[in-house]
Structures are given as structure tokens and as C-alpha cells.
């Protein structure tokens, strides 16, 4: 009997040592699963990561663009690291300073184009006009002092496309009152006039679309700046072309980058699919958002000794001397004349017997365009159309102001007005070659997120059912 209970104890003792040996093994196991599954995860982490972004990235219609931009004498990334390490943080900072921060604008409606327009023909409630008696004095300062936003006869559509009027009457003085050559509006007429505090109407989404937004569009492309032909050899022709469609580019990257993603909750954010489908999967707009970048920025540096001396004057001593030296930054700055000192060459263009017909002819096709404004059915959408095609149009002026001879005009002044819009155009522009970078790589990373922690749950799910596989088995 005791032989029987040694040898049972015996075999009792055996088992067990059996059993632990193989909870030693499955427990290696398990970890030896475990740092597998880690290690391989880890790898399709990154063999996944870099095929698929330079799968998304690099495909024809989101890759970023490189080399040389199209017509100027800058390469993407050169533009890139200027604009974001230079450029960007100075004409941020210039628009905030009250020299800048307002404009004075013709922002009533009275459409040359279609009459018929119901939208534009309602003038009373396109601005809201009120009597001179009603502003106190302070208004004629730089102030916060706005008229009321809650009141219905200046609401036009939605509540974000309703334009915040500031009067700023002192900030206009001492500088000339010169129409401009290139634009519809009489900017002398300062009867017509209202006065716009910049930094308190953003541009951004407004819910202006639909049939009237894009009239505007159709009419601009279609009658007075017709997509150059393939091949086409005039270069005069293309110019316009490009101004144009980098300006809607921009706009759109503007819209797409503070977007109204919940009306109900009022919340503002990316609205990366508007910016895929109407900026980034079309290579053209990209590369003309660019290239009218250099264009106003060729513009600003050469009219840098006009801009230099100018009088920046809005009644605040101490900020129109930041204005000054802002400016005096922005055109002199070494590191942009290391990595651009030639954004755009104008002096190509109007050169043999065509040349002044032509320039003429495309002025007055820029005219149309900046009489088209008047016809936009939104009061915020009408104030920056005006403001950035007065600036194209104070670009244009500027590089193009030769005669016949092509030699530059030595008596060219520029307006106060004209200025404000010129920089304001330029800082919109680099806003925009920042909202593509930073855009194009959420778009990119976000798919690429997605997969990845599928991948993750994947794994996950197959270590814990080895777990509880092996949990069972003990």
C-alpha cells in the first residue's frame, strides 16, 4: 500500500513538473508570438507608411509640385522655405497694423453684366447706408467702433457673408486719389464709400454657391480670360490666365481651410475634401496659385523704394512706425533676394509692334473682370473679389506701367487704397501656399491613419485570441 502511494505521489509529481513545463513553453511561446507580431506590425507600420504615402502623395494629382514654377525664375521649394520662415510671419504681422488693417470700398451692387439679377439689384440691402449724423467721432478714428451685425437690413443670405463696416475717414489722408488704370471702380469717388475694418470680416466660408457664384466664375473664364490654347506662344496671354485661376485657387484654399463643418453648432474647421476636389488634384491650379505669388510678389519688390518712403499714417504714431519697419523688412530682406531675387520677369512681355494693342487689350479685359465684382450676390465674397483684384490690378500697374518704347513710367503713384490692397493681396497668397502644404499632408496622412490602425486592431485581435487560446489549454 505505502509502494502504491510512493509511486502514485511519484507520477503525481511527474505530471505536474510536465504540466509547468508546458505553461513554460506556452508561456514563451506566447511571448515569442507577441515580440513576432510586435516586430511585424512595426515593419507593416513603415513598409505601409512609405508605399502608401508615396502612393497618395506622389500620385499626378496631389503631388507636390517641384522645380521651376511655370514662367518665373523661383523653384517650389525655395518658395516654400521663404514663404513660411520669412515671408508669412512678416505680412501677418503688416495687416494687423491699423495703416493696413482697413479699406475703403464700393461694396453696393450695381451689375453691368445682368441687370435682371435679383441678388444685385437690391442695393438697400447689399450695405447698409446710414445717415453721417449717426456716427459719433470716434468713428472717424481707428476704432472697433462697427455698426450692428443683428440688423436685418444688412443681412444678405447668411449670417457669415455679412460684411463688418468700420469708417476710418482720418487714415486716408495724404496720400493721392488716382484711379487705377486696370480696374472698373472710380476709387476717387469717395461719395460711394464705405470704410471696412479688414481683420473683423475674415475670408472664409460664406455659403455663397449655387447658380449666381458660379456666373461670376463662368462670366470671368469664359468671356474675358479664356484658357490659353495648348502650345500657345504668347505669353501676355497666358499671364492673365494664371492670375486669374491662382486667385480663385487661393480663394478656394481660404474657403476650404475655415469651413462652417455644423451650422447647428457653430463649428469652423478644414474642410479637407473642398480643398482635395477644388485645389489639390488639379496640378494647373497649384502651380498658378504659385505663380501668382510671385507675381504680386515681384510687384511689392519692385516698387520697394516707393514703398519704402511711402507715409504710413493712420493716426497711431507708434504703429504706423511698425508698419514702416515691417515693410521695410519685407522688401529688403536678404534671405528672399538669396532665395528669389527674381519672382517674375516682366520685361518679356509687350515687346514688338503688338505689343501696346495687346497690353490694351488685355487691360480692358481685366476691367471686366473687376466690373464683375459688383455683380458677386455676397456682401463678404464682393469686399475681398474687390480687394485682391484691385491688387492683382496694383500689380499689374505696377510691372506694366511702360510706354510704347517699353520704358518704365518714372511719375507712377500709387493710392493709399491701391497699397492696402497690394499687401492684403499678397499676405492672402502666402496664407494660401501655407493651407496647401499643411493640407495636402493631412489629406495624405489621414487614409494612410485609417489603414494603419486597422492593421493595429488587427493584430491586436489575433495576439488575444492567442492568449486566450493558450489560457484555455492550461
Known sequence: MQNVDRKSIKNS???DQNKNKRKRLRLIAAVIVGIVAAYLHQCWHSLSYSILLETYICSKDTCGNKGIVEECCCDYESINDINGAVLHPLLQELVKTPFFRYYKVKLWCDCLFWPDDG????RDCSVCECPENEFPESFKKPSLHTLPNDDPVCQEGKPEATVDRTLDARSF??????????THDDETDNGEMTYVNLQLNAERYTGYTGPSARRIWDAIYTENCPKYAYGETCPEKK?????????????????A?????????????????LMRDRVLKHHDRVENLYFTFLFVLR?????AAYLDQAEYDSGNHMEDLRAQLL???LVHDSKLQDACALPFYEAELWQG???????QQIQNQFRNISALMDCVGCEKCRLWGKLQVLGLGTSLQILFSVDDQGNPDPHLQLQRNEVIALLNLLNRLSESLIYVTKMRDQIAINPLAKIIGLVQRQWGSSIAHWWKKLSKSN
Open 13 to 15: 509529481n511527474v505530471g
Open 119 to 122: 441678388m444685385c439689384r437690391m
Open 173 to 182: 489722408r495724404g496720400w493721392v486719389e488716382v484711379d487705377n488704370p486696370w
Open 239 to 255: 499671364v492673365l490666365f494664371k492670375l486669374i485661376s491662382g486667385l480663385h485657387s487661393s480663394i478656394s484654399s481660404h474657403i
Open 257 to 273: 481651410a475655415d469651413y462652417l463643418l455644423d451650422e447647428t453648432n457653430n463649428k469652423w474647421g478644414p474642410n479637407l475634401k
Open 299 to 303: 510687384a511689392v519688390t519692385k516698387a
Open 327 to 329: 515693410i521695410r523688412q
Open 353 to 359: 509692334q503688338g505689343g501696346p494693342i495687346l497690353r
